[in-house]
């Protein structure tokens, strides 16, 4: 929230400063469109910035803000067309093509976000976060080469930030490179010990190379630094419930943690429910893994449909009070193809 609020105060700045013909006084709709987006009221932003633009269609900052409102609301077509139409009255502003390609990329547009990020690639060939961004696309597109190019660049180019180290590192372990994977973690958690994004992506590598217990301690490190992960959280409890190893496993705690990450999501995201029904199959609560899986199958089948036909075996498994086990690197295999 503290974001959204920021992004919109600084655009408000910037409209202030430009001339524009609006009937209403300009700071009266501003300063009620800034407080809009700070109760997160993106309807309300909206109407009010559109109030803005009528009265100067040029007024590019407005729009700006209008389609960042509607990308707040997943609106992403109108989204891009406000961005589109900032970038045509004002060509040389990076911020409407940085919305934009960030835009593109939520959508799944991978391509589109690509050539945007390289347009400010072009611009400023020493923009790291720019680089890290087309790294994400390229990754989830599927050309890895093309990832760690732009992972490696940016590492270059700052050599003192976590986040390329993150990014190089996972492209390293997705290759199976685990000794420069580990390296790149390492100096990440050297150079910002509390980015628990890093300590995320080591336990994944370290559950495929079978050290589920150095896996756990990473996970936790995670939900000690930042508790409001509910990945974090829903693996942490999948790798207890599932593990095939006796020794990794707890039912009671992965129950515990399965809730969390199911409260979190409002009990409304199909694979937070798939672990806390794995939680309690592992715990021995057969008719809550029972319920809870096919309330996870039945939300599958709108927004997880790949996962469906898993989930619903699971539904038969726990019926005949049979655990769900799954091996790490299976699962890894499995989240390179819901990597998008």
């Known amino acids: 929230m503290k974001r959204l609020a920021l992004l919109a105060a600084f655009f408000v700045g910037l409209i202030l400063h430009c001339p524009a013909a609006i009937k209403r ?45 509607h990308a707040a609301k997943e609106e992403y077509a109108k989204a891009v067309e406000d961005y589109t139409e900032a970038l045509k009255l004002q060509p040389d502003d990076d911020r409407p093509l940085i919305f934009r390609a960030a835009t593109y990329q939520a959508m799944k547009a991978y391509d589109k976000a690509i050539a945007d990020f390289s347009e400010l690639i072009k611009r400023k060939p020493a923009d790291v976060e720019a680089l890290c961004s087309r790294g994400l696309c390229y990754a989830q597109s599927g050309n890895d080469t093309k990832a760690f190019e ?36 390492k100096e990440a958690i050297n150079l910002d010990p509390n980015n628990a994004a890093t300590y995320l992506y080591r336990a994944h590598l370290y559950l495929v190379e079978n050290q589920a217990e150095d896996a756990l ?46 409260h979190e999501s409002d009990y409304k995201h199909a694979p ?37 036909k898993g989930m619903r075996e699971r539904v038969m498994l726990y019926k005949e009070k049979r655990p769900f086990r799954e091996d790490p690197k299976q699962e890894s295999e499995r989240r390179k193809v819901e990597k998008p």
């Open 272 to 308: 937070t429910l798939d672990t806390l029904a794995a939680a309690y199959a592992e715990a021995g609560d057969w008719e809550e893994a029972v319920k809870w899986q096919e309330e996870a199958a039945k939300l599958a089948e709108k927004t997880h449909p790949k996962d469906v």
């Open 217 to 262: 301690l990473d996970f936790e490190e995670v939900l000690r630094r930042a508790p409001q992960y509910v990945g974090a959280a829903n693996d942490y409890a999948w790798t207890l419930a599932t593990n095939p190893n006796d020794k990794i496993r707890d039912g009671r705690k992965a129950v515990k943690y399965a809730k969390d990450a199911c």
């Open 25 to 69: 006084d300009p700071a009266e709709i501003l300063k009620a469109s800034q407080e809009a987006f700070e109760k997160r009221d993106f309807d309300g932003a909206i109407k009010l910035l559109t109030q803005a633009i009528e009265g100067n269609p040029k007024l590019a900052p407005a729009i700006v803000l209008r389609g960042f409102a």
């Open 150 to 185: 732009d992972f490696d660049q940016a590492v270059k180019l700052a050599p003192k930030s976590a986040m390329p180290r993150q990014l190089r590192g996972s492209a390293h372990a997705d290759a199976g490179r685990k000794t420069e994977a580990l390296a790149d973690y």
